[in-house]
């Protein structure tokens, strides 16, 4: 069967709408559980449902999902309450009561598992299928069954998710506004269970905690908006969930929880290298600019300062790429480098007969690079005085924040110290030199 | 006498295991020993792809290579930004659906099924003896898991200060010189070593139970590390003996039964320690509620 005739066939189509409405609900709900540093407690979640399904099978000897989930539930809310209890009464740490709990319970429902198995009660071969997933496994009940609950999960998020908000940013104002904050919390808490369960066939216990996490991080990667956060999330859990599920039916005996999986984890590696602001990709290329443009300006105030040594003329002496490297403590082969790019910038001149000096446009933009520097350095020694102008030290730039006043007592300071830029007799401070974003100069 | 080996490599799993999960719970890395003990699974099963046999050592090997390479992606991941448990869930969980993938893919040719992955055969250890010149030695995972657990415990007991300093303030630790992070993949190293070995035997995620359990039990028990190290391997050894007493006697799996046993011996370490437990607690609240009235 090719990939389009299984997508014809309706059964798979419900099977596909389940494991999509599972990893959108997963992934909405697995963003607050990140926001809330709770992510391996869906782990824990997932481990403990089951010893609940299987106490459920013993009791009922009912394969139905509607009472799995009910005792998944049950189990679930008893491993928070071992973790909060062991946490509160003892001096073992969160991470140890998670681990704690989450492997003492899977262990009880291993127990009960292979009991199960081994009394052979003819209908238990489908609870293995909880431990890894097998979607194709899902009837149209239960497909129902996760259709109702992730709608009311859905549903649900988008009612508070103002409240969810604030408990995953600032849960004391959040208190102090009023909300029941704690309520909220498990309320949260029992969702991301509910998530857990209706994921249990389609993903199984083992892995469904990947489903929680992995869009959450994903989606991480691309805003700062909880909103689209959120979106973004249900988005990369859906398509997680729909990749994974077309690839398990496509080849014969493969568990569909690790490949849906596999699916979230191959976004998250996208997003980890490439996404545009937080990937290691464009955090590279940002490194390697900064790096640029630091060197070019540093060239540009030594190439200045050479120039200003002797008595502060223009035309004084020849300068080579080894004064340069002299002054700068750079390696000549990257102040060379850094010479020839400023030189097709239009900023030096002179190159190849080793009279490196400034052009006209070059003049101006090393004056307001040293003016800048040196304007900073009177700030960062008087910094008491000038503690009322409301300068910010993280910006570049010292010139733009200033008013006339304090700029003509810096100046005034800039003289005492005899460190006014000299080569340039008639500063303009108001104009700072516009960099590009992308580094190097845009004059 | 097969009773006797599979007690015998209970307890050593459990020792071993109990004996560096006390470093873990000191240094808050439990979940860090969840995320090797799961994603070793990819190293094994390629090991059993590329070498074609069971031998021990491919598989230590290989799986060690996969817990080492762990620790280093989670290491990296939170360097770049993301938050540590994250960061663990997202490891973990990759590396052990891509060895769930290849154990399906390759059922054939790797002698491994998903129930043994999550539970271990260890009612099989008996059946498979390792022979030396001629001669039955008892069984492999025996001499496997009593190697590796040797291993352990002379690494320990030759830098047991330099642990011991690394477990408890690794920011003195640094100071005084000790270099903490080969402590650390040292540490690291001996429990993905410890997971492989122990990983036919009990599957993945039973020796998350043993590694942790044990030594938490141990932990509310004493305050001092020697004792904590020792109590802790002694609790395992009573896990894998009543652990089969439970399993025989309800037809289960040993592994299962020996995670409940553990399980019950922390309950029972929650209330009763004679220093940290709840009913202790209690009690010396009573007494002081009761001294506060007097004055």
């Keep these: 069967m090719t990939g389009w005739d299984v997508l014809q066939d309706p059964n798979t189509q419900w099977v596909l709408i389940g494991c999509m409405l599972l990893g959108m609900c997963s992934g909405m709900l697995g963003s607050f559980a990140f926001l809330r540093n709770r992510s391996l407690v869906g782990d824990a979640l997932a481990h403990a449902a089951l010893p609940g399904v299987c106490v459920m099978f013993l009791l009922t000897g009912a394969k139905s999902i509607g009472l799995f989930l009910i005792g998944a539930a049950v189990a679930g809310l008893l491993a ?364 | 006498m097969n009773s006797f080996w599979i007690i015998l490599t209970g307890s050593l799993v459990a020792a071993s295991c109990g004996f560096l999960g006390c470093f873990l719970i000191l240094r808050r890395m439990a979940m860090l020993g969840d995320a090797i003990s799961h994603s070793v699974l990819p190293g094994i099963v390629l090991a059993f792809l590329l070498s074609e046999s069971r031998d021990t050592l491919p598989m230590l090997i290989g799986a060690t290579a996969i817990g080492l390479i762990t620790v280093f992606i989670i290491q990296t991941l939170h360097a770049s930004g993301v938050k540590s448990d994250a960061a663990i869930g997202v490891t973990f969980t990759a590396l052990f659906s891509v060895g769930v993938v290849l154990v399906s893919m390759y059922t054939d040719k790797v002698d491994l099924d998903l129930d043994c992955v999550l539970y271990g055969e260890i009612a099989y250890v008996p059946w498979d003896t390792l022979t030396f010149a001629g001669m039955e030695i008892g069984p492999r995972a025996v001499w496997g898991i009593g190697s590796v657990f040797l291993l352990s415990l002379v690494t320990v007991w030759l830098f047991f200060k330099q642990f011991k300093i690394c477990a408890f303030d690794p920011a003195m630790a640094a100071a005084v010189g000790i270099p903490v992070m080969l402590f650390h993949y040292i540490l690291m190293g001996l429990v993905s070593l410890t997971t492989v070995a122990s990983f036919e035997s009990v599957g993945a995620i039973l020796v998350v139970a043993m590694l942790v359990v044990p030594s938490a039990t141990a932990y509310l028990l004493t305050d001092r590390l020697s004792v904590m190290l020792g109590v802790s391997m002694l609790i395992g050894v009573l896990c894998s003996v009543f652990g089969y007493w439970l399993a025989t006697w309800l037809d289960t799996s040993i592994a299962g039964a020996m995670t409940v046993v553990a399980g019950g011996l922390f309950l029972l370490a929650l209330l009763f320690s004679p220093k940290y437990g709840v009913v202790a607690k209690v009690i010396s609240q009573r007494r002081l509620r009761r001294e506060i009235k007097e004055i």
Excluded: C
């Excluded at chain 1, 199960?116 to 239960?142: M, T, V």
């Excluded at chain 1, 990257?334 to 010479?339: D, G």
């Design chain 1, 80 to 443: 928070i309450y071992s973790i909060q209890a062991i946490t509160r009464y003892t001096r073992i740490k969160e991470d140890t009561a998670l681990a704690l709990t989450l492997s003492v319970f899977f262990g009880l429902g291993i127990v009960l598992l292979t009991f199960i198995q081994h009394s052979d009660s003819g209908n238990q071969s489908g609870l293995d299928k909880f431990l890894f997933g097998q979607a194709a496994s899902l009837i149209a009940s239960d497909v129902t069954a996760i259709v109702v609950v992730s709608g009311i999960l859905l549903a649900a998020t988008g009612l508070l998710f103002k409240e969810f908000k604030l408990l995953a940013f600032d849960p004391g104002f959040g208190r102090g506004l009023g909300y029941p904050m704690g309520l909220l919390d498990g309320l949260l808490m029992l969702m991301l269970l509910l998530t857990v369960v209706i994921g249990l066939q389609a993903v199984g216990v083992v892995l469904m905690a990947a489903m929680l996490i992995a869009p959450a991080v994903t989606a991480r990667y691309w805003t700062d908006r909880l909103g689209l956060m959120v979106i973004l999330s249900g988005l990369f859990g859906a398509l997680s969930g729909a990749l994974g599920t077309l690839f398990s039916t496509q080849i014969e005996n493969l568990p569909t929880g690790p490949m849906i999986v596999l699916a979230a984890t191959s976004f998250f590696l996208f997003s980890l290298l490439f996404s545009p602001r937080r990937g290691l990709l464009s955090r590279v290329i940002r490194f390697l600019r900064l790096r640029r443009k630091v060197l070019h300006e540093d060239v540009l105030q030594a190439l200045y300062e050479l120039h200003e040594q002797p008595h502060a003329q223009l035309t004084a002496t020849s300068f080579t790429a080894e004064h340069l490297s002299q002054k700068t403590g750079k390696p000549r082969r990257r102040i060379q480098s850094a010479l020839r790019a400023l030189w097709r910038l239009g900023l030096l001149d002179g190159l190849e007969s080793d009279t490196i000096r400034f052009t006209a446009d070059g003049l101006v933009a090393a004056h307001q690079i040293v003016l800048n520097q040196r304007l900073w350095d009177i700030y960062h020694m008087n910094e008491n005085q000038y503690q009322s102008a409301g300068i910010d030290k993280n910006l570049e730039e010292i010139t733009p924040q200033l008013s006339p006043d304090t700029l003509a007592q810096m100046m005034k300071q800039l003289d005492d110290y005899d460190l006014t830029p000299t080569l340039l007799q008639k500063p303009k401070p108001a104009v700072s030199v516009p960099y590009t974003k992308k580094g190097g100069f845009s004059l």
